[in-house]
């Protein structure tokens, strides 16, 4: 395995990542990975300087060396505004639509990459980068598969509508429960308050909205939001007109797990004959092992300890394989 830093440049930010390599010469091919929310950084783990203090779980990074390990290189970087890459604040500068530009230039990056073989690429979105790899196959017909991981098919509203009602029923089994939400997950408290305002002002054109409890969302926060109203994921998957892998946890917690039938359902019905779906049994959002107990496990996802807990082997093995037959030279039959 060889690992080797690199740079590229997006709206005259330089972004800064790690390509990973299998041994040997090559050209390999490769898979570009695309971070969702929370997935910030090139290993996959949030930026703390935007969340505070959370887990890291290193789920690209453990990809990666997965990939590797059967033969498929990969590309991760860290998102604009994080890590090594520039761009200032990304709560303030980045947008839906500059992610997908930065995934366009990391695409062009990997596929010029020595060693890369650009003829057999592929481009796993995870989450929210789920939306953005669809945005980016209506720009580009480079990659030959797609993987959707734990991708939404749901409006935003339903979305937050999936989270924030859980997190306020949890708060109202009693005073107790709600303190330790407030001290764990204070962001996602107040905007389980809130959402439903936002979301309003976002679908008002506003460019900036403060809550009574002193949250802010302004900058690209509201343009991103904005952004992601106007153009729904749902109406997005028709531009994939390659295999693709739909692929999500039965203990998702973040994303409601019938979405990934939705998805499948909307893939076949703009024409895409080669999709392959797969609800991997114990896995969570981010494809580690959920907790057995429901009790313990959305304690789990209020808090983020889940981000401690051990990958999913089965999501691993299969991904490889998947990847390595969608991305193997077609066989050729001789007389």
């Not at 970087?77 to 980045?94: A, C, F, P």
């Not at 990391?106 to 592929?122: F, I």
């Not at 098919?153 to 029923?169: A, K, T, V």
């Not at 709600?178 to 054109?205: C, I, L, N, T």
């Amino acid at each position: 395995m060889q690992r080797r830093a690199i740079d590229f440049i997006s709206d005259d930010e330089k972004l800064v990542g790690e390509l990973v390599l299998p041994a040997g010469d090559g050209p390999h091919p490769a898979v570009l990975l695309i971070g969702g929310t929370f997935s910030d950084t090139r290993d996959g783990d949030p930026a703390l300087s935007l969340t505070g203090k959370m887990p890291a779980h290193g789920m690209f990074r453990v990809m990666a060396e997965r990939l590797a390990a059967v033969g498929i290189a990969s590309l991760r970087w860290d998102k604009r505004g994080v890590g090594e890459s520039t761009g200032g604040n990304r709560q303030l500068y980045s947008d839906l639509m500059t992610d997908v530009e930065d995934a366009s230039h990391a695409l062009q990056a990997l596929c010029s990459a020595s060693g890369v073989n650009p003829e057999r690429v592929a481009v796993l979105g995870e989450s929210a980068g789920a939306h953005v790899a669809c945005l980016l196959a209506a720009r580009t017909r480079q990659a030959k598969a797609f993987v959707l991981q734990g991708a939404l098919y749901d409006s935003l509203p339903e979305l937050m509508e999936f989270n924030y009602n859980r997190l306020q029923e949890y708060c109202a089994r009693g005073p107790e429960a709600e303190a330790w939400v407030k001290k764990v997950a204070p962001g996602a408290y107040q905007s389980a308050r809130h959402w439903r305002d936002w979301v309003a002002a976002a679908q008002r054109g506003d460019k900036h909205y403060q809550s009574e409890g002193g949250q802010a969302i302004t900058g690209g926060q509201m343009r991103r939001l904005q952004q992601e109203l106007t153009c729904a994921p749902a109406d997005q998957f028709h531009y994939i007109q390659t295999p693709v892998l739909v692929i999500q946890g039965d203990c998702d917690l973040n994303v409601p797990p019938d979405n990934c039938l939705k998805i499948a359902a909307a893939l076949r019905a703009a024409g895409n004959p080669d999709v392959t779906l797969i609800v991997m049994p114990g896995a969570d959002h981010s494809m580690q092992l959920a907790a057995q107990d429901p009790e313990i496990r959305l304690r789990e996802r209020i808090s983020f300890e889940s981000f401690y807990r051990p990958f999913s082997e089965l999501f691993l093995t299969f991904l490889a394989t998947w990847l390595t037959v969608q991305l193997s030279p077609p066989v050729r039959w001789t007389a």
